[in-house]
């Protein structure tokens, strides 16, 4: 079983910054492919970025990228999502997620991943 939990959401300014962490106990962190998505109220929830075991590859949903980083540190089982130049259409609750495997493209889809976090409040205000 791995357990996931998210801190570092808040009110922030549109143009501000926040960092994301995701703290990661259980099994062997190391192995899995980790993701962020974000679901706004009334919207469905999405993809915004994904980071292989090794943090050899990096994949960003297009509204974000270019504004937002994901790095992981497998000695201390994080994950980070450093978000950077907010927009309010950036507010939402962020959800991180954890795979043990995935098919082909896979790290975009939701129903890809086994464990979630129960997900921390990003709110910018215009």
């Known amino acids: 079983q791995v357990q996931l939990v998210e801190s570092g959401g808040g009110l922030v300014q549109a143009g501000g910054s926040l960092r994301l962490s995701c703290a990661a106990s259980?099994?062997?962190?190391?192995?899995?492919?980790m993701g962020w998505f974000r679901q706004a109220p009334g919207k469905e929830r999405e993809f915004v970025a994904a980071?292989?075991?090794?943090?050899?590859?990096?994949y960003y949903a297009d509204s974000v990228k270019g504004r937002f980083t994901i790095s992981r540190d497998n000695a201390g089982n994080t994950a980070y999502l450093q978000m950077t130049t907010l927009k309010p259409e950036d507010t939402a609750v962020y959800y991180c997620?954890?795979?043990?495997?995935?098919?082909?493209?896979?790290?975009?889809?939701?129903?890809?991943?086994?464990?979630w976090g129960q997900g921390t409040q990003v709110t910018v205000s215009s």
């Open positions: 997620a954890a795979a043990g495997s995935l098919t082909y493209g896979g790290m975009y889809r939701l129903e890809q991943y086994d464990y």
């Open positions: 259980g099994r062997t962190f190391s192995t899995w492919y």
């Open positions: 980071i292989s075991w090794n943090s050899a590859y990096k």
